[in-house]
């Protein structure tokens, strides 16, 4: 009988702040590596009770950052995903998290210290930046080479790709759906298009001529377009948004903050007229000086929304037109 694979249990964070209307993700690094990594630390029980408790250690010791908001995302456990020379070692698990954070120039000092960075998240997604109209690289070289993709392969394999690419991307007839960010990345790796498909040698060529977003170590993207496509949902039925922002903040800061997370730009007016349907802000009196107009006035989130209603959140509207 064949011994059992010996399993460790690995633990990843996608931690998320915004930044001048950026999104921005904390990533590390390791001596002699270029790669970018999410923070990531084992999991050992024998001196945490729980995963997010060791989470919570693994970050502030890599990081010196102290969560706020966390959730768990997804365990990742394909075979390879984590692949090392010759496959050699136990199999890692990782069980991925989303967490957010607010920028303190304090703790960004720390965090210079420490060796880790944020850097825009859309670098390593750009495709999923549709804030200034539909991003030129989708028809550049996404679309072409993954429609190659699809009809090279085999009759019984052509159509459903086919059909995997128009729900993911939006083609012909269908909407592009902001929160298919998981469906895009796996199609774009399946095809042989990133970075990461090639290192795992599960492509021996590149199909497009510049590379599609920045690489990260082992399948850390894949779990960076995990938590961006759960933040997009989850802003719409829970005030997760407000994790993101100071304590005191206009309409526009919020607005933008928004739009830097869906990825696509909000109708001033529309946008207004939700938060004020929604009651998830309140004044606080006071205003903030605006360069060139009048002062903005300053709200902060209204925490009695959570008794009031069991799904407060910022339901954006409807999806991007492709």
């Known amino acids: ?53 060791s989470l919570r250690h693994t970050v502030e010791a890599q990081t010196a950052l102290e969560l706020g908001y966390i959730e768990q995302l997804y365990t990742f456990g394909d075979r390879g995903r984590h692949k090392m020379p010759g496959d050699q070692g136990p199999h890692v698990v990782s069980v991925g998290y989303l967490a957010l954070t607010r920028l303190d120039s304090d703790r960004d000092a720390k965090l210079e210290l420490s060796g880790a960075r944020w850097r825009d998240w859309y670098g390593y997604l750009p495709w999923e930046d549709w804030r200034h109209g539909r ?58 298009l990133v970075e990461e498909a090639v290192q795992d040698g599960r492509a021996d060529i590149r199909r497009t001529t510049a590379p599609l977003g920045r690489p990260m170590r082992h399948d850390h993207r894949r779990i960076a377009a995990t938590a961006l496509a759960r933040l997009r949902s989850k802003i719409k039925y829970r005030p997760v948004i407000f994790e993101l922002m100071p304590p005191e903040f206009t309409l526009t800061d919020l607005q933008g903050t928004v739009e830097a997370i869906a990825g696509r730009h909000v109708h001033k007016q529309n946008f207004r007229r939700l938060v004020e349907g929604a009651e998830l802000v309140e004044p606080t009196g006071f205003t903030q000086a605006a360069t060139g107009g009048r002062p903005a006035a300053l709200f902060r989130f209204r925490r009695k929304v959570l008794e009031e209603r069991p799904a407060p959140g910022l339901k954006v509207g409807g999806r991007t037109s492709g």
Do not use: C, Q
């Open 1 to 53: 009988m064949t011994a059992p694979a010996e399993i460790e249990i690995g633990l990843n964070a996608a931690i998320v702040a915004i930044n001048a209307r950026t999104p921005r993700l904390l990533v590390v690094g390791e001596d002699g590596d270029a790669l970018d990594a999410l923070p990531f630390g084992p999991f050992d029980p024998t001196r945490h009770r729980t995963m997010e408790m």
């Open 135 to 192: 991003p030129a690289l989708l028809d550049a070289a996404v679309l072409p080479a993954l429609t190659g993709w699809a009809d090279e392969a085999s009759s019984s394999a052509s159509a459903p790709r086919r059909s995997r690419l128009k729900l993911a991307f939006g083609l012909d007839d269908f909407p592009f759906d902001e929160e298919r960010v998981l469906e895009r990345y796996e199609l774009l790796y399946e095809a042989g």
